[in-house]
């Protein structure tokens, strides 16, 4: 289940599912999206706040509703990540959606919607999310990706090759996020499906022990068994205690995580929350090649 692509003159909603945003924060995202010919419309509790987040769980999830049942959304850009999507999921009614589904754009917590909609088969944007939208535009290559993933353009990836790649090549569905989160999902309704999928997964700001459970639980619960490939974006870890250390990176623990499987593997891709974050429609065709000299991966 594809959403429409988009064209100039549609209609791109933001909406916090997470963390409070302001005024000042949302602007430059707003410029830059009626610069590309599109019309902005703002969630009615954007700005609000409770404590951490962009307004009460109810608000929260009211905007999403609105936008979900408005057929005038073609996309709906994701203000900023956090935590908090999870909490309004569940308030949600995607009966209208899912009979005119429409984009969902972000990435980090916003890996809940990306998990959830798989159940469905329906596809979503992982990507930059309108809190770092800043003023460079399109000069920006995430800002750019994000219109190219929207406008159904092919999306077309060379990066360079990692000591713990195994090589290959896989075809299938594109799906994932962040490894937390997909790793929270489990044994719950939203929980991802990566059957003969191509799976890619992103960490920021945890303990390596942290990466090598994850794996570990996903791994026991099947999630990476029958993948077609697996790609590795930005892995960033918290410092282990000088007295304890873990002994390996988290590339490693990835790696010997997946040593008894034979799709391809691949680690650099420049996606999650590093200073490189370009787009990936996922729940659509790709194809990923895993070469000596570095690897591609295509987005159809």
């Known amino acids: 289940m594809i959403p ?31 610069n590309q ?25 009211a905007d999403f509703q609105q936008f979900f049942n408005d057929d005038n959304i073609r996309a709906i850009l994701c203000a900023r990540g956090g935590y908090g999507s999870v909490r309004i999921i569940d308030r949600l009614d995607f009966t209208h959606f899912l009979q005119n589904p429409k984009w969902i754009c972000g990435f980090s917590d ?3 919607f990306h998990s959830h909609l798989s159940r469905f088969g329906c596809a979503s944007i992982h990507s930059t999310m309108a809190k770092l939208i800043q003023e460079d535009g399109l000069e920006n290559m995430n800002n750019r990706t994000l219109l190219q993933a929207l406008k159904g353009q092919l999306l077309a990836y060379s990066f360079p090759p990692h000591i713990s790649n195994r090589t290959g090549f896989a075809q299938g569905e594109l799906v994932g996020g ?21 799976l890619f997964i992103e960490e920021v700001g945890e303990y390596l022990y942290h990466i090598e459970r994850m794996m570990i639980s996903l791994k026991r619960a099947g999630k990476l068994t029958h993948l077609a490939g697996l790609i590795v974006g930005d ?25 008894e499987y034979d799709y391809p593997l691949c680690f650099n891709f420049p996606a999650g929350h590093g200073e490189n974050n370009v787009a990936l429609r996922f729940g659509t065709p790709a194809e990923l090649t895993v070469a000596e000299f570095g690897s591609t991966l295509l987005i159809r």
Request: charged share 25%.
């Open 4 to 34: 429409t692509f988009l064209k100039e003159g549609d209609t791109i909603a933001i909406a916090a599912p997470a963390r409070k945003v302001t005024v000042q924060e949302m602007s430059p995202a707003v410029k830059f999206l009626e």
């Open 37 to 61: 010919g599109f019309n902005v419309v703002l969630g009615e509790n954007l700005f609000a706040e409770n404590n951490r987040f962009a307004g009460t769980d109810e608000e929260r999830a």
């Open 110 to 112: 916003v890996t809940v």
């Open 178 to 198: 962040n490894l937390s989160l997909i790793y929270a999902m489990l044994a719950s309704t939203s929980e991802m499906e990566t059957d003969g999928k191509i």
């Open 235 to 259: 892995i960033s870890v918290k410092e282990e205690p000088a007295d304890i250390p873990f002994g390996r990176t988290a590339e490693q623990i990835i790696a010997d995580c997946m040593a």
